[in-house]
Structure formats: structure tokens, C-alpha cells
């Protein structure tokens, strides 16, 4: 019997041609608030914060919203206008707050932001430490990120460069604020075709094939995870990981070219901040496509037994007020399809408080422990994953799909989704719309407050 058949029968529910019976709607502006007691606690054990560009440092008031929320931040270069100083003073103030929460410091890996520039020169950075064209109309000219980017690409192939940034992570870092670890921004593989919105943001396989020789490209991707290594001599107590799992990015043919770097025993961990959704050129919600998703909580499934793998969804900076919350549901669901011990989900990154209003709604119901793997209903778009107490079923299509629960293999419950609540039984059909997810729990158990990072 195949697994896709198999999944049918055990998990109990079939397509629909026809269309769907109307089922008993209780109409509620937040349904999750019925299934939560006064005393409930975010889970510390799933969710994680990017912290971004405030203009300003965290009040008290924000600072204990960040460890009501997880035990897990990082903090962008772009807060508090990329004053160190002040970055710094809100690690050190949220630790005081949360002991046991583990803050990351930021690192660019292969660029140099302008927000960085000015403390990065002032403590020893060298001119002749950025990459430079070899060949091409801009042979011995510095290499940017793009027109519209003035951020500096540096030569990791330069040892002198790497021994100046491990001191630089050891003093200006660790030694200066209660840090857990690091992670390196824009570790980037090089020479590797790149698809985005913006064409002059990412640099394409042509754009280094005309300025860079064959040689040099290998060099640079060789050279990254040396700097893996040497940053995990800095400190063994520290925890070292990488931003660069995209699916749209970093490709080779079919191939994620950065998804090697997991295999080093220096990484502990590594972000992908495009998961489910995130932000287009004109401000709006991007959304990634049943495909890309379906790689993704594949990856989830096969690469995270050694690695955590840390999930970041982006669009609740541009998302519509009133749609921000539908967009956590939805990918609050892609992700707990594809839920594992050591996988996290994020929010929030460049806009003002978006970080502190990321919360979705699922996040205290108690699902109990996954049943098997998520299971992708082709060709509807439609994705899986049964656990001990309920399931998750997610539309990732762009068209309403409809569905029944058989009169054998599952009780009654109640599918939630933060706004509307269908109270189903055996035999009743109910109908998902586009990038939708749908909580069916058929025990309303609260999950105890989790722990630990």
C-alpha cells in the first residue's frame, strides 16, 4: 500500500468533489482565547525573536515583552540606529531580566552594512580587505551588494581579514555584553544564480563570473566554513550558526548551495528568514509557493536531527494590520506540519515593534506529539500531519479546497484557525481557503509551559 494511500485511511480524511454541507460556526474575534487559561505562558520552546531597527534602545516594558514571548533573540544591527552602545545595554538588560535566555550577536559574514562601517573601521578594519573585481569593467574596483546597496563585500579568502573579526566577535562581542553565541549574516555561497525581487540587490552566477575567475570563486566558498571553525575556537560555550538556508536563493540547478555548511560539526544552528512568507518590492505579502514549502519542511524533517534549524517568517512587516494575523496562523501551520524536536519558529526583523507583536495565536494549544511525517495531498495543495491530540491541516494553494471527516478515524473536535471555530464531527465536511491552516484538536488540553533554549 502506498504511503500516500496508507495516509488516507489512517488519517481519515478524503477529498470532496462536491460541495461542501455547511457546518456550525461560532463566530468569536479570538477563539484561541476560549482554549486558554489566565495563567497561560508563550511557548519558550518554539518561538524566537529577530529584533530590528528600532530608532531607539527596548523600554522595560518591551524588554519583558521579549522573555514573556522566548528564550531565544537575536539582535539586527539596525537597532537603535546601529549604536553598538546601546545594543549592547538591552543584551545586558534582558539577560538581567531572563538568566536562562540565549541572545546571539549578529555578524555580517562576507559584507560590510553601512550601519556597520564606522565601528568596524574605528577598531582596526583594513581598506584592502574588500573583495575586489579582477577582471571585467570594474576590475580593482570594490564589489558591492548592488546599485542600490552600498554595502562592501569583503574577501574571506584574506586570513589576516579572519583573525581581525574572530578578535573583533571575542572583544567587541562576548567580552562586552553576556552574548551566547554568534551568527554570520550573508553567508552567501558565491558564484551560485540567485532569484529575487530585486534584480540589482542579489548578485547573480554572471554578475561574479565577469568580475571573479573560477579560482577565486571555489576560494571564497572554501573559505566559509573555515570561518565557521575559527569562530568555534573563539569560545566552546558559545554557539555558532549561519543566515542562508533560503529555498529562492543560493541555487545551483535544483540544488540549495549552502545546505553543506550544515554538515560542519562548528555550526550549532542556522536561519532561514524566508520561510512561508515575506516581504515583496512594493511592501506586500510574499507567499512561497506548495513546492517550496513542501522543500522546505522536508529539510526540516531530514536536516535538523544534528543542526537546529531556525524557521523565520518575514511578512509581518508588510503585512496589512488586519492581515497580520491571518498570516501567523497560516504559517504557524506550514510550520507545525513540519514540526520537529529541533526546529524553531521566528517573526519580526526590520520594522519598528513588529518583533514584540509577533505571537501566533496556535502557539499555546497542546497537540501533543507528532504522528508520523506530514503527508502533501498532491495535487490539491493540501498538507498534513496528525498528532496525539488533534491535527494540522494546511491549504498552501491558491484555491479553496474541500474536505471530509470519515466516519471512522476521527473523534469529534473542533477546527480552529483564530477567527472562526467549527465545531465537526465524523462524517462532516468542511472547506479550507487559500494559505489557510486549520487546528483540528479533539482534546483542548493546554500544554504546560515549555523550557529552555
Not at 536562562?100 to 583594513?126: L, R, S
Request: proline content about 6%; aromatic content about 12%; hydrophobic content about 40%.
Amino acid at each position: 500500500m502506498s504511503r500516500h494511500r496508507h495516509h488516507l485511511l489512517s488519517f481519515g480524511i478524503a477529498l470532496l468533489v462536491a460541495v461542501a454541507v455547511l457546518v456550525a460556526k461560532i463566530q468569536s474575534p479570538d477563539i484561541y482565547s476560549a482554549f486558554l487559561s489566565s495563567g497561560s505562558q508563550p511557548s519558550h520552546k518554539i518561538l524566537f525573536l529577530w529584533l530590528g531597527s528600532q530608532g531607539r534602545q527596548f523600554t522595560s516594558a518591551e524588554l519583558g515583552q521579549i522573555a514573556n514571548r522566548t528564550r531565544l533573540t537575536f539582535f539586527s544591527p539596525f537597532h537603535n540606529q546601529g549604536q553598538i552602545t546601546g545594543i549592547l545595554e538591552d543584551v545586558w538588560k534582558l539577560k538581567v531580566r531572563a538568566p536562562d535566555m540565549k541572545v546571539i550577536a549578529y555578524v555580517n559574514a562576507t559584507i560590510v552594512p553601512p550601519v556597520m562601517q564606522n565601528e568596524m573601521m574605528a577598531e582596526g578594519f583594513q581598506d584592502e580587505w574588500y573583495l575586489r573585481a579582477e577582471r571585467g569593467p570594474q576590475a580593482g574596483n570594490v564589489l558591492t551588494l548592488g546599485p542600490s546597496n552600498p554595502s562592501k563585500y569583503v574577501d574571506t579568502t584574506n586570513e589576516n581579514y579572519r583573525e581581525w573579526l574572530m578578535h573583533f566577535i571575542e572583544m567587541k562581542r562576548y567580552k562586552a555584553a553576556p552574548y551566547d553565541g554568534v551568527v554570520f549574516d550573508s553567508f552567501n555561497p558565491y558564484g551560485v544564480s540567485i532569484g529575487s525581487y530585486d534584480p540589482d540587490y542579489w548578485r547573480g552566477r554572471e554578475y561574479w563570473l565577469t568580475h571573479l575567475t573560477d579560482a577565486k570563486i571555489d576560494a571564497l566558498d572554501e573559505s566559509l566554513p573555515t570561518l565557521l571553525d575559527e569562530a568555534a575556537e573563539i569560545d566552546s560555550d558559545k554557539v555558532v550558526g549561519f543566515n542562508g538556508i533560503s529555498e529562492k536563493k543560493f541555487r545551483l540547478g535544483d540544488e540549495r548551495r549552502n545546505l553543506p555548511y550544515l554538515d560542519s560539526p562548528s555550526v550549532s544552528f542556522s536561519l532561514h528568514e524566508e520561510f512561508c512568507a515575506w516581504d515583496g518590492a512594493q511592501d506586500e505579502t510574499v507567499y512561497a509557493t506548495t513546492d517550496q514549502i513542501v522543500d522546505d519542511l522536508t529539510i526540516m524533517k531530514e536536516r535538523s536531527e544534528d543542526v537546529r534549524l531556525l524557521m523565520q517568517m518575514n511578512a509581518v512587516d508588510a503585512a496589512n494590520p488586519s492581515s497580520v494575523d491571518h498570516v501567523e496562523d497560516y504559517c504557524f501551520g506550514v510550520f507545525m506540519a513540519g514540526y520537529e524536536e529541533n526546529v524553531r519558529l521566528g517573526g519580526g526583523r526590520y520594522k519598528v515593534l513588529t518583533a514584540l507583536q509577533f505571537w501566533p495565536r496556535g502557539i499555546n494549544v497542546d497537540f501533543g506529539e507528532p504522528v508520523g511525517d506530514f503527508v502533501y495531498l498532491k495535487p490539491t495543495g493540501l498538507i498534513t500531519r496528525e498528532f496525539t491530540r488533534g491535527y494540522v491541516l494546511v491549504n498552501t494553494d491558491t484555491s479553496p479546497q474541500t474536505l471530509i471527516i470519515p466516519a471512522t478515524g476521527v473523534i469529534a473536535g473542533h477546527i480552529f484557525n483564530g477567527t472562526v471555530d467549527q465545531i465537526v464531527s465524523s462524517g462532516q465536511q468542511f472547506r479550507i481557503p487559500p494559505r489557510t491552516a486549520y487546528f483540528l484538536n479533539t482534546t483542548m488540553r493546554l500544554a504546560a509551559p515549555p523550557s529552555g533554549f
